[in-house]
């Protein structure tokens, strides 16, 4: 089976109900995770679709392997046309290539144990149970690493207002890392946390 659409309601709504136990919604820069979900990570650069981070997934493979999946769903967040061939649900074997289209999108397993959501903004989201992610992590340890490039190069971006969206970076960055966790990674990016804007000595 090289990909299969998934037209029977109950499966659908099955499917998304195992979605939203790790992302609420589909908007990967508004605190998508569900709080239940502590394993969290911010993925750069992460652009559209599987085949653009190959260890990545391939590690996610490796271990969903080993919990029974042998693919994953697959949606746009928002659909980039009704008669897309894409459009709709979709179970997706590992070894079968994702679409490549620039839209958000959302890769999930089947049992609930990860889901990664794609950006416009070449970084991606994704959480999972603690089990799958100490195992992802074991293999790729380098992941948690990839948020401090994304700060800096946003930072680094002439074509992007950093100043403008510094408070929306913060609360995403809290969602994902806790207020400690984002504060240092402000810090590691030479970036001033927006609380700590007053110098040394001012009142």
């Known amino acids: 089976m090289y990909k299969q659409r998934i037209t029977d309601t109950a499966m659908i709504t099955t499917a998304m109900a195992t979605l939203r136990q790790i992302f609420i919604h589909d908007e990967a820069g508004e605190e998508p995770f569900h709080p239940a979900i502590t394993q969290r990570l911010l993925i750069f650069p992460y652009r559209f679709h ?71 903004d070449d970084y991606g989201v994704l959480g999972g149970t603690e089990e799958f992610m100490d195992q992802l992590l074991d293999l790729l340890p380098n992941l948690t690493t990839q948020v401090m490039d994304f700060v800096k190069n946003m930072r680094d971006d002439p074509y992007f207002d950093f100043l403008l969206n510094v408070r929306w970076l913060q609360r995403l960055l809290v969602h994902i890392h806790g207020e400690e966790g984002a504060r240092h990674i402000f810090h590691e990016a030479a970036v001033v946390y927006p609380e700590d804007t007053l110098e040394d000595g001012d009142v």
């Open 50 to 120: 599987f085949e653009n981070n190959a260890g990545l997934t391939a590690a996610l493979a490796t271990i969903a392997k080993k919990d029974g999946d042998d693919g994953y769903y697959f949606r746009y967040c928002i659909p980039p046309d009704p008669t897309s061939e894409f459009d709709g649900l979709w179970y997706i074997p590992f070894y079968a290539p994702t679409p490549d289209v620039p839209l958000t999108n959302v890769c999930f397993s089947p049992h609930g144990t990860w889901a990664l959501m794609a950006t416009y």
